[in-house]
C-alpha cells in the first residue's frame, strides 16, 4: 500500500498548515509540564502521528469534505450550507478527529478537548478565516487539532519512560 504522508503534508500545506504549526500546537499543550520544551522537539511526533494510515485518510477525507463545500459542488446544499457556517451542533468534524486520537489513548482525547476549546495558534486560525471568508475549514481545524493532541500524547508518553 501507498504512503501518503507526503500527500498529506502537501495537503495541509495547501491550505495554510504547516508541520511547524503543527508542532507550537502540540508544544502549547505540553508547556505545562515541560516549560523549555521547544516545538522542534516535537516535529518527530507530528511526523509519526503523520505516518499512520487511519491519519492519513482522515486527513484526506477531511480536506475533500471542506474543499466541495467551499466550491459549492455537494448535491446536499443544507449540508453545505451546515459546513460552510460549520455549526456548532454538527459533530461529525470532531467524530473523524477521535478517530485519530484513539490511536493514541486517553491523553490525545483530552488534549483534543482542550485545544479543540481553546482554539490555540493555527487552529483558531483556520477556525475564523473560514467564517470570514468563504473559506471552509469545519474538518480541517479539528483533524490539525487531532495530529496535535496525538504529538503531544505520543511526547508525553515516551517521557514518562
Known amino acids: ?22 508542532a507550537d500546537a502540540a508544544r502549547f499543550l505540553q508547556a ?3 516549560v523549555d520544551l521547544l516545538k522542534e522537539e516535537l516535529l518527530d511526533s507530528v511526523l509519526s502521528v503523520l505516518a499512520k494510515r487511519e491519519v492519513q485518510l482522515a486527513i484526506m477525507t477531511a480536506v475533500e469534505l471542506d474543499k466541495l463545500a467551499e466550491s ?12 460552510m ?4 451542533l454538527y459533530g461529525v468534524d470532531e467524530v473523524i478527529a477521535y478517530g485519530i486520537c484513539n490511536l493514541y489513548g ?15 495558534g493555527i487552529i483558531e486560525s483556520l477556525n475564523s478565516h473560514g467564517k470570514s471568508s468563504g473559506i ?6 479539528d483533524i490539525v487539532g487531532a495530529i496535535a493532541a496525538s504529538a503531544a500524547s505520543r511526547f508525553a508518553h ?3 519512560r
Open 1 to 22: 500500500m501507498e504512503d501518503y504522508r507526503q500527500k498529506c503534508i502537501n495537503l495541509l500545506k495547501e491550505r495554510g498548515v504547516t508541520l511547524n504549526d503543527i
Open 32 to 34: 505545562d509540564y515541560h
Open 136 to 141: 471552509c475549514n469545519t474538518f480541517l481545524d
Open 106 to 120: 486517553s491523553i490525545a482525547l483530552t488534549n483534543f478537548g482542550f485545544i479543540d476549546k481553546k482554539k490555540y
Open 85 to 88: 457556517r460549520d455549526e456548532g
Open 158 to 160: 515516551r517521557w514518562a
Open 72 to 83: 459549492g459542488k455537494m448535491f446536499d446544499k443544507d449540508l453545505e450550507a451546515i459546513l
